[in-house]
């Protein structure tokens, strides 16, 4: 061959695996090929891992595309979309398509794939049932939701329930058939599983656990009708969604004579038996193992990329994988063996009330798997001293509290990225570590998060790391980093922002949500469960007594007016006003749990007591019983005003706090926020109440009162902030009043107190509060004016239910 004639690669498969080898090829060996690629699909390299996101309007088809045709053409690239392969000839190494067109290699990279795997069910090739793996897929499933009522996903893994969510979205009933018994089981456990499912239940889904399919049922057009399962049940649907796993595309290589195994067999350079054939990704079985995630994918690319450019350096020893859910609203991170057993041991914090769950599996003082629900923010840490095997006993006292206990302002700051070292994984989607992302700031002046995304891809997939590479474009530019404008569009229904959209409801003066949908211009006719609750609360939020409140744009919770519980049971919690009874109340309590046989009745953090374990069905029988008004432990509301005994008892009190947190909760009954609002009054710094660490915390002093804003007990506590001192109970109800008012008003729907600070920063609450006296008393104002007329849900429900209308046609 001419010394100075490039030597040929041919690619078969134009997906991630493949074009991150070529990628990498390009950036360490620049001229040594002539590269040609074929993709059977007609668009250019793309997103996979993004397809939910599109089917959940997040995103769109150009959204996800990662090589451009331009990108191709500028490399000198020879690209053949629309292009499937069906020989290879490893004689003459050539290969051909299905159309004809040939292409001579001297060195070959097979990348074709995965394909859905199609269980052999009776009907399964009925018009309307379909695999979900590529962009026709997504493209069917938006079709078939535009035109049909009912799908079923057969299979609750990772692509199940985002195919799930993501029809749901588009308007679809959808219900959920998985054969084991909790969903996820490849990736959580039990626990985790059941929270997962409890969280997908509140958005809508529907599942069937531990069910196995019979028969796919046909209408006489040959589509799609129902599924009959072998428990003996059945259940329409016009759209059926196979969703049970892959298997390695490998049938190419097999036909050509490769050695294949479950998959198309490589050593640990990526090299087939035919030492001219590589091959990456999901078609190949390395040492026995299949890998279905995108992480270890890169891994082989990047050794494959090495040996293509005889370096004769790297080898691929298999990956540790982690998994991160892409379900809207979901944070969820498995990694490693997180079912543990002998030898093993576990650490454990489960808030089931606040939505978090986290456990460690410790063997011999390492980490050797972990399951996040609720907060996932220290997940990458977890994973990288799962990886690197890192002892743990000079932080095991701390370690379930994450980055943050070690002294640094982990998830908040900087320092967390500051404190990685430039080995450590930033974004494991895209194997992307510290190092690279610096040495490409540094080298190719990178300022914003979006540079960094299309020099590295960083950040670019699940998108899950963004914050820690703007922590690590701030720790490296210093001064010259500028943060992005915090402003971002609510949903993917729509490019406004949750400022934009209240703005717009405020101008426009819209009332109800079909009309505000209309006069924004939203991308979907009819919204998402994303969308749909925060424009419901700006509508009646901003226009208290003229807008329209739409109950199905409410969480389930608000719907029923009380709490769901994972058993499909309710929790019942009553309004003790300021924590306070009386033995008339309690005798009533004590009744209802015995004529409804409460399993449980318990004292909550609040000072309320909990009925748990209630039926749909007697939920207005009991409220009528019980006569007390509701205790709005269910929404996004005003939740309790907790109390110390103060002055009127205790011998150290200074002030009665019993009574003005009684005012407070009365004053304030029945009110709608952006997210749940806690009060709390101690009569005494000694601060039984824990008035720190609630939404507004009041404190008596030997003066007056002293007020906090901003607290929060959850799992990751926040003092509040010093607000100010006022004299008296009525400026304590003024003040504290007009706060939350502004905040009713300004804040991004689902954000607590804490968040909303922290963006508008506390300065501009006291400008607000403190310093601007007529616009503190018409903030005020404008909350008592919002709560006139309340009515009681719970009397409302009961009422009508005495009226004999049925409680499941009252917007259940």
């Known amino acids: 061959m001419d010394p100075m004639q490039k030597s040929k690669l041919v690619v078969v498969g134009n997906g991630m695996a493949g074009m991150r080898v070529v990628e990498e090829l390009l950036k360490i060996a620049p001229d040594l090929y002539d590269i040609t690629v074929f993709g059977d699909e007609p668009y250019p390299n793309y997103n996979r891992i993004m397809l939910s996101p599109v089917l959940a309007n997040e995103q769109t088809i150009d959204d996800i595309i990662l090589n451009t045709r331009e990108w191709y053409a500028e490399n000198n690239i020879t690209l053949h979309t629309d292009a499937r392969v069906n020989k290879i000839d490893r004689v003459n190494r050539v290969v051909t398509t299905e159309n004809g067109t040939t292409a001579a290699y001297d060195r070959l990279l097979i990348?074709?794939?995965?394909?859905?795997?199609?269980?052999?069910?009776?009907?399964?090739?009925?018009?309307?049932?379909?695999?979900?793996?590529?962009?026709?897929?997504?493209?069917?499933?938006?079709?078939?939701?535009?035109?049909y009522k009912h799908a079923v996903i057969i299979g609750g893994g990772l692509l199940g329930l985002e195919a799930a969510n993501g029809l749901s979205i588009q308007g679809m009933d959808v219900t959920v058939i998985h054969r084991n018994e909790w969903l996820l089981e490849k990736q959580l456990d039990k626990t985790a599983g059941g929270m997962l499912q409890k969280s997908l239940e509140s958005k809508g889904l529907k599942f069937h656990l531990e069910t196995n399919t019979d028969t796919i049922v046909g209408n006489k057009d040959g589509r799609v009708s129902g599924l009959r399962f072998k428990e003996g049940f059945e259940l329409p649907a016009d759209l059926v969604v196979l969703a049970v796993g892959i298997r390695p595309n490998y049938a190419l290589a097999e036909s050509a004579g490769i050695h294949c195994d479950r998959g198309i067999v490589v050593n640990d350079t990526m090299q087939t038996f035919d030492p001219r054939v590589y091959a990456v990704g999901e078609c190949v079985s390395h040492r026995g193992i299949s890998y279905g995630l995108v992480a270890p994918l890169f891994e082989m690319a990047k050794v494959c990329a090495t040996h293509l450019a005889n370096f004769?350096?790297?080898?691929?020893?298999?990956?540790?994988?982690?998994?991160?859910?892409?379900?809207?609203?979901?944070?969820?991170?498995?990694?490693?063996?997180?079912?543990?057993?002998?030898?093993?041991?576990?650490?454990?914090?489960?808030?089931a009330v606040g939505g978090v769950y986290k456990k460690l599996v410790i063997q011999d003082d390492k980490i050797i798997g972990s399951v996040l629900y609720g907060d996932t923010a220290d997940g990458a840490w977890y994973f990288q001293m799962l990886r690197d095997g890192k002892p743990i006993h000079e932080i095991r006292d701390h370690l379930m509290f994450g980055q943050d206990s070690l002294g640094n302002t982990g998830h908040q700051g900087q320092d967390q990225a500051a404190a990685m070292s430039d080995e450590m994984e930033v974004c494991g989607c895209n194997g992307v570590c510290k190092g690279t992302i610096v040495k490409a700031i540094q080298a190719d002046g990178l300022f914003t998060i979006e540079d960094v995304k299309k020099k590295t891809k960083?950040?670019?997939?699940?998108?899950?790391?963004?914050?820690?590479?703007?922590?690590?474009?701030?720790?490296?530019?210093?001064?010259?980093?500028?943060?992005?404008?915090?402003?971002?569009?609510?949903?993917?229904c729509t490019d406004l922002s949750h400022e934009q959209v209240r703005e717009e409801v405020r101008n426009q003066k819209y009332l109800n949500i079909p009309d505000a949908i209309k006069g924004m211009e939203w991308k979907t006719p009819n919204g998402c469960a994303t969308c749909r609750p925060a424009l419901n609360y700006y509508l009646i939020s901003t226009w208290p007594h003229e807008a329209k409140d739409d109950p199905q744009s409410r969480f389930i919770n608000e719907r029923v007016h009380a709490n769901i519980q994972k058993d499909g049971t309710y929790s019942v919690i009553p309004r003790m006003y300021g924590g306070v009874t009386t033995p008339d109340q309690l005798r009533t309590i004590a009744d209802v749990a015995d004529k409804y046989s409460v399993p449980m009745v318990k004292l909550t953090g609040g000072q309320r007591i909990d009925l748990l374990g209630v039926k749909k069905e007697d939920l207005p029988n009991m409220w009528a019983d019980l006569d007390m008004p509701s205790g709005y432990a269910y929404g996004k509301s005003i939740r309790t005003v907790k109390t110390c005994v103060g002055s009127e008892f205790c011998r150290f009190g200074t002030q009665n706090s019993t009574q003005l947190g009684i005012d407070i909760e009365k004053a304030f009954d029945h009110m709608w926020a952006p997210h749940k609002v806690k009060f709390a009054v101690s009569g005494c710094p000694r601060n039984c109440a824990e008035s720190g660490i609630k939404d507004v915390g009041i404190i008596g002093v030997d003066s007056g009162w002293e007020i906090y804003v901003g607290g929060n007990g959850g799992i990751k506590t926040e003092a509040g902030q010093f607000l100010c001192k006022v004299k008296t109970a009525e400026e304590v109800i003024e003040y504290s009043g007009a706060f939350i008012q502004v905040y009713r008003e300004e804040a991004r729907y689902l954000d607590r107190t804490v968040h909303w600070i922290e963006r508008v920063g506390l300065d501009y609450v006291k400008e607000r509060i403190l310093d601007d006296a007529?616009?503190?008393?018409?903030?005020?104002?404008?909350?008592?004016?919002?709560?006139?007329?309340?009515?009681?849900?719970?009397?409302?429900?009961?009422?009508?239910r005495n009226e004999h209308k049925e409680f499941d046609t009252i917007e259940i």
């Open 312 to 351: 004769g350096i790297g080898s691929y020893k298999g990956s540790v994988t982690s998994t991160k859910l892409k379900v809207t609203g979901i944070d969820l991170f498995s990694a490693g063996d997180f079912s543990g057993g002998e030898g093993t041991e576990e650490i454990v914090l489960h808030d």
């Open 774 to 800: 007529e616009g503190r008393k018409a903030a005020f104002e404008r909350l008592l004016y919002a709560l006139q007329g309340a009515v009681d849900p719970w009397k409302e429900r009961a009422t009508k």
């Open 111 to 147: 990348a074709t794939g995965s394909k859905p795997f199609m269980p052999p069910i009776p009907g399964k090739e009925l018009d309307g049932v379909i695999g979900y793996r590529d962009i026709k897929d997504t493209n069917d499933m938006i079709g078939a939701a535009k035109k």
């Open 458 to 492: 960083a950040g670019s997939s699940c998108g899950s790391c963004t914050g820690l590479v703007e922590q690590i474009l701030a720790s490296t530019l210093g001064g010259g980093y500028a943060p992005p404008s915090t402003a971002k569009s609510i949903c993917g």
